[in-house]
C-alpha cells in the first residue's frame, strides 16, 4: 500500500476533496481510539491489585473502544473504496468522452477537407489561355475554406471577363457565399461584357438570401485587341494599375457592397492599358495586413512594396509581392483570407 506522500495516492484524492477530508478526519479518529486503548492497557498493567469488578469495568471498556476502532478501520476502508470508485468511473467518462471528440474532430475534418476540395473546384487555380494577355493568380486562405473566390469568362471577340470577390467572414460560412455567388454568375455569363449590369444581376440574386451577410466584387471586361478595360466594383478594393512608366495607383471608385440593398450603387470605371502595363487585383485581406508590432499597413505601403518589384517578369512580380506581405505580418500571420490576380497584356 503506498504512503500517503507517494505519488499515487495523490492522484487518487485530487478528484474528491470533501471524500479525503472525510478520510482525514477518520484517520485522526482511529489515532485517537488507538490512544485510547493504549492508555487503558497500561493502567490496567500499573494495577497491582485489581477487584473482580474492576477486571470486568476494564474489560468492558476495552471491548467497547475495540469496536470502536474496528468502526473507525471500516469507515476508513469504505471511504477508500468509494473514492477509488469514483475516481475509476470518473476516468472512464473522460475516455468516453475523448474519444467521441476524437471522431467528432475526424468527421469534421473530412467534412473540411471535401468542402475544401469542392471550393478549389470552383476557384480557377490555373487561368484561361486568352492570346495577347497574361495572367498569373495567389490565393491564401486563412482556413481549410475561405470567402475569397475568382472567376474568369472568355468573352465574344476573344476577350476576358475576370471577377474577384470576397464573401463575409471566414471558414464555411464565408466558403457557402462564395459558392452561393459563384452559382450566380454563372446565369449572368449573357451580360459579361457589361460589368456595371453583371454586378447589379449578382446583388439581385443575392438579396435576402444571405442572412445579413454581403459579398465584394470587382468586375473587368478586357479586350486584348484594343487594351481597353471596363470596370464595375462593388463594395472591393479597386485595382491597382502598374505602368510601365511611373508609379503604381489605385483605380478610383469602390460602390456597395453586394448583397445588402436591393438598390446598390455600382462603382464604374474605363481604361485603356499600354504595352507593359500591368493590372493587380486584390482583396481586402491585403490591405488588413498588420505587423507584429500591431502597425497596420496602408495604401502607401501597398504602393510602396509594388514599386519594388514592378520591373520584374509577371510570375516574379506576384510571387514577391506575397513575400513581401508575409514578412510584413511575421509570425502574426494573416489575418484574412489573400487573393490576388495579376493582368498583364502581351
Given amino acids: 500500500m503506498a504512503t500517503s506522500g507517494s505519488t499515487g495516492i495523490k492522484k487518487k ?6 471524500a479525503v477530508s472525510e478520510k482525514v478526519r477518520a484517520s485522526d479518529e482511529l489515532y485517537q481510539s488507538e490512544y485510547g486503548i493504549l492508555s487503558a492497557a497500561e493502567d490496567f498493567l500499573k494495577k497491582k491489585k485489581l477487584k473482580k ?15 470502536a476502532l474496528l468502526r473507525q478501520v471500516s469507515k476508513i476502508t469504505s471511504l477508500g473504496d468509494g473514492t477509488q470508485s469514483k475516481l475509476r468511473r470518473t476516468q472512464e467518462e473522460l475516455r468516453n468522452a475523448l474519444t467521441e471528440l476524437e471522431k467528432a474532430q475526424a468527421t469534421l475534418r473530412a467534412e473540411l477537407s471535401l468542402a475544401r476540395q469542392i471550393q478549389r473546384q470552383l476557384l480557377p487555380i490555373v487561368p484561361p489561355q486568352v492570346p495577347g494577355v497574361e495572367i498569373h493568380s495567389e490565393y491564401i486562405s486563412l482556413e481549410e475554406v475561405g470567402g475569397d473566390f475568382i472567376d474568369y469568362t472568355i468573352l465574344d ?34 451580360v ?5 449590369e453583371l454586378l447589379s444581376g449578382l446583388n439581385t440574386a443575392l438579396v435576402g438570401k444571405t442572412s445579413n451577410h454581403f459579398v465584394t466584387a470587382c468586375y473587368a471586361a478586357y479586350d486584348p485587341r484594343s487594351r481597353s478595360l471596363k470596370l464595375a466594383i462593388g463594395g472591393h478594393p479597386p ?11 489605385a483605380i478610383e471608385g469602390r460602390g456597395q457592397m453586394l448583397g445588402f440593398f436591393p438598390d446598390v450603387r455600382i462603382g464604374e470605371a474605363e481604361k485603356f492599358l499600354e504595352p507593359g502595363d500591368r493590372l493587380l487585383f486584390l482583396t481586402d485581406g491585403v490591405l488588413e ?8 499597413i496602408d495604401d502607401a505601403t501597398v504602393l510602396s512594396m509594388l514599386a519594388e518589384v514592378m520591373d520584374r517578369s509577371p510570375a516574379d ?30
Fill in 157 to 190: 471577340g476573344g476577350g476576358l471577363g475576370i471577377l474577384i470577390g470576397d464573401a463575409t467572414g471566414h471558414g464555411v460560412p464565408a466558403a457557402l457565399m462564395a459558392s452561393m455567388a459563384k452559382i450566380a454568375l454563372d446565369s449572368l455569363r449573357g
Fill in 192 to 196: 459579361a461584357l457589361k460589368p456595371k
Fill in 239 to 249: 485595382p491597382i494599375v502598374l505602368p510601365r512608366n511611373g508609379k503604381p495607383y
Fill in 317 to 346: 512580380l506576384i510571387h514577391l509581392f506575397t513575400e513581401r506581405l508575409k514578412a510584413f505580418v511575421g509570425s502574426r500571420g494573416f489575418i484574412d483570407d489573400v487573393t490576388l490576380v495579376l493582368v498583364a497584356p502581351a
Fill in 53 to 67: 469488578e474492576d477486571i470486568a469495568a476494564s474489560y468492558r471498556e476495552l471491548t467497547k473502544q475495540y469496536k
Fill in 289 to 296: 495586413c498588420m505587423a507584429e508590432d500591431g502597425t497596420e
Fill in 13 to 18: 484524492e485530487e478528484p474528491d476533496r470533501i
